[in-house]
């Protein structure tokens, strides 16, 4: 059995929500989650080296099926509290003012694979983000031509892609307040790297909500309906919580929280991807990002013993950042770190706190390398 949802109708929060499909476990991996870590790829961390991620590397989130949506009939929808409905087609859209801007997007359950116990989803090691060059139009102008009532509260986008979870079946759809939703920097993006978008970001045109978790980007747009009351979607309310139960509404999980990744140095192990690494001179390397950017501040320790590392200035406001710093590796087991910290004075902490659904893991990574003479 289950329950249909609209986008907009359902129950609220403070109802007992729908049990998790399985309850966080420290078990093996599940054929369910298995699947899941095969549908929904991360980058390989080497990809960290490029500062925008190659095409195909970039990880991808499908909660149900990617649509299958023809660019001629598609149209996008802009509905509700607004004094002139609009209906637009995808040249429309292009006709509009063109912006392009790097972005990072990481998903909000990034590094869910190494909680313990480890909630039932996606099974994420560290991989879940890249960064890419969206080229699109703003949406606040749009709005503007569309004329927001004087009442509009909250706007719900929602995707094409429609399925079933927590036994309700959806339209994937998330929502943004008013003033969230005018931000200049919200794009209706329709190319990723100068090209249309693949099938698998979001084809024809997506949300990009930059300097938020990856949820809030809604792909395959279809409708934008404004709406007078606060909106109930389910990919808010139910799930991207900061939650430590089921039975716990918690706190919406909004922007990305401040966090750095090290390129994996040296050479890897087919099958175990250990590594090891000539002693000698090395310059190690990665990015840092934060939703509350521009990150000012990265620490690299070798062994428990920090220092400061070079950062870059950002290639552009919601776009992460490179630091490195050389290391003069001597032969051993050694343990590498990493740690940011962000304008608005946030910093990585070194153990991760459990969250129900597993969102926002932001903690230090640690790696081992084994240096030989
Ligand atoms: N329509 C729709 N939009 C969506 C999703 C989805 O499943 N359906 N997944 C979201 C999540 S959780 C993330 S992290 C990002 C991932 O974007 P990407 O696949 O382009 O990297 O898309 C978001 N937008
Ligand atoms: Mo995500």
């Known amino acids: 059995m289950r329950a249909k949802i609209s986008t907009q109708h359902r129950p609220h929060r403070h109802e007992t929500a729908a049990p998790a499909p399985n309850p966080p476990s420290t078990g093996p991996l599940t054929a369910e989650e298995l699947e899941l870590a095969r549908r929904n790829h991360s980058a390989p961390l080497e990809a960290l080296r490029w500062p925008l991620t190659p095409p195909g590397l970039h990880y991808t989130v499908v909660h149900f099926d990617i649509p299958y949506l023809d660019p001629e009939t598609w149209r996008l929808r802009i509905h509700g509290a607004?004094?002139?409905?609009?209906?637009?087609?995808?040249?429309?859209?292009?006709?509009?003012?063109?912006?392009?801007?790097?972005?990072?997007l990481e998903c909000a359950g990034n590094g869910?694979?190494?909680?313990?116990?480890?909630?039932?989803?996606?099974?994420?090691?560290?991989?879940?983000?890249?960064?890419?060059?969206w080229t699109g139009t703003p949406l606040a102008p749009i709005l503007e031509e569309a004329g927001l009532a004087a009442e509009a509260v909250d706007l719900v986008f929602t995707g094409a892609d429609r399925g079933v979870q927590a036994g309700l079946e959806q339209d994937y759809a998330r929502s943004l307040t008013a003033d969230e939703a005018m931000d200049e920097h919200v794009l209706l993006a329709y190319e990723m790297g100068g090209q249309p978008l693949p099938p698998q970001h979001g084809f024809p045109l997506r949300l990009l909500v930059p300097g938020w978790y990856g949820m809030a980007s809604v792909k395959w747009l279809t409708s934008i309906e404004v709406l007078d009351r606060p909106a109930h979607t389910f990919q808010n309310e139910r799930t991207y919580r900061y939650s430590q139960g089921a039975e716990d509404p918690g706190e919406p999980v909004t922007r990305m929280r401040v966090r750095s990744l090290l390129v994996p140095p040296g050479l890897p192990d087919f099958f175990t991807r250990r590594r090891s690494l000539d002693a000698g001179p090395i310059m190690l390397r990665g990015r840092a990002w934060s939703g509350e950017g521009p990150v000012?501040?990265?620490?690299?320790a070798i062994d428990g013993v920090w220092t400061d590392a070079h950062v870059e200035p950002p290639t552009g406001k919601h776009a992460w950042q490179e630091f490195?710093?050389?290391?003069?590796?001597?032969?051993?087991p050694h343990t590498l770190a990493s740690r940011a910290t962000d304008a608005a004075g946030r910093v990585q902490p070194l153990e991760q706190a459990w969250t129900y659904q597993g969102m926002g893991n932001n903690a230090v990574q640690e790696m081992t390398v084994e240096v030989v003479a």
């Open 296 to 300: 000012v501040r990265v620490e690299v």
């Open 324 to 332: 490195s710093v050389v290391w003069v590796a001597v032969p051993g």
């Open 112 to 133: 869910r694979g190494r909680l313990e116990p480890r909630p039932p989803s996606i099974p994420w090691d560290t991989g879940a983000v890249g960064t890419a060059e």
């Open 82 to 104: 607004v004094e002139h409905p609009l209906e637009l087609t995808l040249s429309d859209l292009r006709r509009r003012p063109r912006r392009t801007a790097a972005v990072t």
